[in-house]
């Protein structure tokens, strides 16, 4: 049986506000956990009217609060935009609240524009991106029982620990949607996950990097991925289609740089104008998406899975 997962960007569509938005989130998550999900994923992204989750670690507390069993994590942290120090101590107190369920996802991408990420980096310490490989060594070194031993020029040594007497850590994920990111995950050990919801390129070439250049780690002697997808399911196929709606224009609105907006509900997307270059991308898009009744979508989940190897964990349902 294909293990499903959840990825939240904590939609918020038109009339909502963000206080609802969240609390539609977290009554998911606890159906999610009910119904035996793997993971549940949040992930970074900032200044859109559409998405609230701007800051995962306290999504993911407040998940915790609401499940039992489900796996609890960021899809990913933009690392570029915090200071290694802070994301370990704070994957490393999720950790001490949900012992065994915390998921650390991290992404090299900035998660917004550049007029953003200058008021990210102008509040105070973050990480410079050409230190990303470095950082994430430094993380993982900070979350573990041994802590990380920082050496001064002078020859002293000074050890560092995210949380006091740790008596478990976060399993760390690298995500992406390059050859980058699949080739530093494979030279770390660390398990690894393409973006293909979000790109939907690259993402055979990707998973061959990362199997064939992979360096076993103590915590991983084999290669770990698993696949994301954008699913939408309904009783009718139509149905489906009009659910799938709104988010598809919402992309197209990303990628043709129109002004964004919060999520159209089902009844403006259908009555909205459109354009050639919106319906274009609209439209390749939506060829991509894994779209129609639960029966027919499992069935393409399924295959999507067996033909890319998903490993352990399965596919990744990636849209609501």
Same mark, same amino acid.
């Given at each position: 049986?294909?293990? $499903?997962?959840?990825?939240?960007l904590v939609p918020v569509r038109t009339g909502q506000t963000s206080a609802e938005a969240i609390s539609a989130s977290l009554s998911l998550a ?17 200044? #859109? ?28 942290? #933009? ?6 120090? %802070? ?6 107190? $999720? ?6 369920? %915390? ?12 007029? %953003? ?6 509040? =105070? ?16 070194? $900070?979350?573990?029982?041994? =802590?990380?031993?920082?050496? +001064? ?23 992406? !949607?390059?050859?980058? !990111? ?6 770390? =050990?660390?398990?690894?996950? +393409? ?53 598809l224009r919402m992309m197209s609105r990303l990628r043709l740089n129109k002004p964004l907006i919060a999520l159209e509900t089902v009844e403006e997307a259908l009555a ?17 998406? +894994?779209? =129609? ?28």
């Amino acid at each position: 049986m294909t293990a $499903l997962s959840v990825l939240d960007l904590v939609p918020v569509r038109t009339g909502q506000t963000s206080a609802e938005a969240i609390s539609a989130s977290l009554s998911l998550a606890a159906v999610a956990d009910r119904l035996g999900y793997r993971r549940y994923w949040f992930a970074e992204h900032h200044n #859109m009217p559409a998405v609230a989750s701007t800051t995962p670690p306290v999504l993911i507390a407040a998940a915790a609060m609401r499940t039992t069993q489900i796996r609890l994590g960021s899809g990913g942290v #933009m690392l570029p935009n915090h200071a290694p120090l %802070i994301v370990a101590e704070q994957f490393a107190a $999720l950790e001490a609240i949900a012992p065994g369920r %915390i998921d650390l996802g991290l992404g090299r991408a900035p998660g917004s524009d550049p007029v %953003i990420t200058q008021l990210l980096r102008g509040s =105070g310490t973050t990480s410079d991106v050409e230190q990303f490989p470095r950082n994430v060594q430094d993380i993982a070194a $900070l979350i573990s029982g041994e =802590g990380a031993t920082v050496r +001064f020029t002078s020859g002293g040594e000074y050890t560092v620990h995210a949380t006091p007497s740790a008596t478990g850590s976060p399993e760390v994920w690298l995500l992406g !949607s390059s050859d980058y !990111s699949a080739q530093l995950a494979a030279s770390h =050990g660390l398990p690894y996950v +393409f973006a293909n919801h979000f790109s939907g390129q690259g993402l055979e070439r990707a998973l061959d990097l990362y199997r064939a250049g992979y360096q076993p780690s103590e915590e991983h002697p084999e290669p770990r991925t698993f696949l994301t997808v954008n699913v939408v399911a309904s009783p009718t196929q139509e149905e489906a289609e009009a659910r799938a709606l709104p988010q598809l224009r919402m992309m197209s609105r990303l990628r043709l740089n129109k002004p964004l907006i919060a999520l159209e509900t089902v009844e403006e997307a259908l009555a909205a104008e459109s354009d050639a270059a919106t319906d274009q991308v609209v439209e390749a898009a939506r060829s991509r998406w +894994f779209v =129609g009744t639960g029966e027919s979508v499992a069935d393409e989940v399924r295959a999507f899975a067996i033909k890319y190897r998903a490993e352990r964990d399965g596919a990744r349902a990636a849209a609501r």
